[in-house]
């Protein structure tokens, strides 16, 4: 499996320095090269924390209704079920580290969807999937809930990952972007 991957539409890059499989589930470790203009809508997890630690650049991070710009060497945890966001609103393109704990291959996985859906020309050009039903899938694998405003689709995806899982889709998307060679 790819240890690297980009995605060509908004051109972000992430290296799997750790991931869920080769640690026993304790922890996911990237390195994202995140644009300018990237970043997240405001989202959660309930299963894990996220840890920043910024390399180059500055990341923008907002917290319900805090925002903090990380510089290098600076870091920041984002707690389970604390709403976050993260951006670079900067010209320059920002990398920094993300540190998942507990370790999640279901988060590795989603991006690996994300990124090859944008490879397949399957998303919009921000990146995100055309499919409503391949966004749900990635949502819900991803453990990326939305919240605030978004927090209203939550219902929806339920029901588009029903019709995902009778459908085969969340397993033919694993079986195309997540193949473990």
């Known amino acids: 499996m790819e240890r690297t991957i980009i995605n060509p539409v908004i051109k972000d890059q992430v290296t799997f320095t750790q991931t869920a499989r080769t640690t026993n589930g304790r922890i996911t470790t990237l390195q994202v090269t995140l644009m300018p203009g990237g970043g997240t809508p405001l989202h959660y997890h309930r299963n894990f924390s996220e840890t920043f630690i910024v390399v180059t650049g500055a990341l923008t991070i907002t917290m319900k209704k805090e925002t903090l710009v990380l510089g290098a060497g600076q870091k920041l945890t984002v707690a389970p079920g604390q709403w976050h966001r993260f951006s670079n609103v900067s010209p320059e393109p920002v990398v920094f580290t993300t540190v998942v704990l507990p370790g999640s291959e279901g988060f590795e996985n989603a991006l690996r969807i994300l990124y090859g859906l944008a490879g397949d020309r399957k998303t919009d050009k921000k990146g995100i999937p055309k499919s409503l039903l391949a966004l749900a899938v990635v949502s819900k694998i991803s453990d990326m809930r939305p919240a605030g405003a978004g927090a209203l689709m939550i219902p929806f995806f339920g029901l ?20 473990h060679t």
């Open 160 to 179: 588009l990952n029903f019709i995902a899982g009778i459908s085969g889709l969340q397993k033919k998307l694993v079986n195309r972007y997540c193949s």
